[in-house]
């Protein structure tokens, strides 16, 4: 089964600053990455995702890169807000042969705070 | 749509009481799961059903028991509480139309606390 492993736990940056999050994995078969946000009391959302045939994907001020010959994938946010303030997790399918991908395996999540 | 909506959304057990926690999706989505959450440890998959009469086992799935009758209902069932099952349950769906798809939809989460 796929082992994700996320840095940093906590991450305090000034507001307009840039964050960065940091994800590696184990499988070197796992070819879909999604980021999700949690806001306080509410559930996880997806915010952004790539597949291996990229190396990079950006939405606006959110951006994904990933790089499989080291097995890791990062999150980047750009001129944060506010409203970033979350917990972020980054996942990897748990089976490889998942072709759906919707079998998950998470990080231990990034407690994302921006200071105003 | 109401998405995916877990119930209740607090629950407070005395250990070896049992109780369900219900999950509806009004999406349609043939694959939905449970996961806990516990601080430092993430998100952690304890069932899963790829569509209705299928269920399987996750991560952590010692003390739960799943049903899936129908393709909007998967309910989590404790049937003998103990503390370490206090935690923050989700409820997750998702289509499972193969590659492509993926994304996991959450319920709002249902907090337990086992004393």
Known sequence: ?116 | NAGVTQTPKFQVLKTGQSMTLQCAQDMNHEYMSWYRQDPGMGLRLIHYSVGAGITDQGEVPNGYNVSRSTTEDFPLRLLSAAPSQTSVYFCASSYSGGAGTGELFFGEGSRLTVL
């Open chain 1, 1 to 116: 089964g796929e082992n994700v492993e996320q840095h940093p736990s906590t991450l305090s940056v000034q507001e307009g600053d840039s964050a960065v999050i940091k994800c590696t994995y184990s499988d070197s078969a796992s070819n879909y990455f999604p980021w999700y946000k949690q806001e306080l009391g509410k559930g996880p959302q997806l915010i952004i995702d790539i597949r291996s045939n990229v190396g990079e994907k950006k939405d606006q001020r959110i951006a994904v890169t990933l790089n499989k010959t080291a097995k890791h994938f990062s999150l980047h946010i750009t001129e944060t807000q506010p409203e970033d303030s979350a917990v972020y997790f980054c996942a990897a399918p748990t089976d490889s042969s998942n072709f759906g991908n919707e079998k998950l395996t998470f990080g231990t999540g990034t407690r994302l705070t921006i200071i105003p």
